[in-house]
């Protein structure tokens, strides 16, 4: 049995155990620096991800989530995956919310923000809003595998804005 000194040790010892898919061992870790220090943030964001990728709880990942964000709200991973979760279970409000406090925090995945943005628009049929979004994050982009991602949105709702006008009709008199 290891014996950790420290909560910073014991935290790096949960990711490393996470990384190796040792889940179970990384979720035990966890779950004992937060009844030993509900404040530490990192270990609620790794619990939230443990929580909304793997077990499927998505009220207790939101919860994980949240608490990092209010305990450290300058740490910018944290902010995709509640985002995503957000635009997941179609919660407008926390939308608006939280991708704001994304886009303004230091460090935060913009392109990403914007395309869960565009991805959030896009399901509600907000054809104009999700072409914005989209564009944005191909403004923000970096790395061509998400270019190339964007691209296939943009040209995507472009599409469905296309379908849609073919179908308006407009009655003369």
């Given at each position: 049995?290891?014996?950790?000194?420290?909560?910073?040790?014991?935290?790096?010892q949960a990711v490393d155990e996470l990384s190796f898919?040792?889940?179970?061992?990384?979720?035990?870790?966890?779950?004992?620096?937060?009844?030993?220090d509900p404040l530490y943030a990192r270990?609620?964001?790794?619990?939230?991800?443990?929580y909304y990728y793997e077990i499927k709880?998505?009220?207790?990942?939101?919860?994980?989530?949240?608490?990092?964000?209010?305990?450290?709200?300058?740490?910018?991973?944290?902010?995709?995956?509640?985002l995503d979760l957000l635009v997941f279970l179609n919660m407008e409000k926390q939308v608006a919310t939280i991708s704001i406090k994304a886009l303004n925090t230091p460090g935060a995945d913009a392109a990403g923000i914007y395309d869960l943005l565009g991805l959030f628009y896009e399901k509600n049929k907000q054809w104009t809003k999700a072409l914005e979004a989209y564009q944005k994050a191909f403004m923000e982009v970096t790395e061509n595998e998400e270019k190339v991602n964007i691209e296939q949105s943009l040209k995507r709702v472009r599409s469905k804005m296309q379908q849609t006008q073919a179908y308006t009709y407009h009655?003369?008199?």
């Open positions: 049995m290891d014996t950790y000194y420290t909560i910073e040790e014991k935290y790096l898919g040792e889940t179970p061992k990384g979720l035990n870790l966890l779950n004992e620096i937060i009844s030993n270990a609620h964001y790794q619990l939230g991800i443990i709880d998505y009220q207790t990942a939101g919860y994980h989530f949240k608490t990092c964000m209010e305990l450290e709200p300058s740490f910018p991973d944290n902010y995709t995956h509640y009655i003369t008199e």
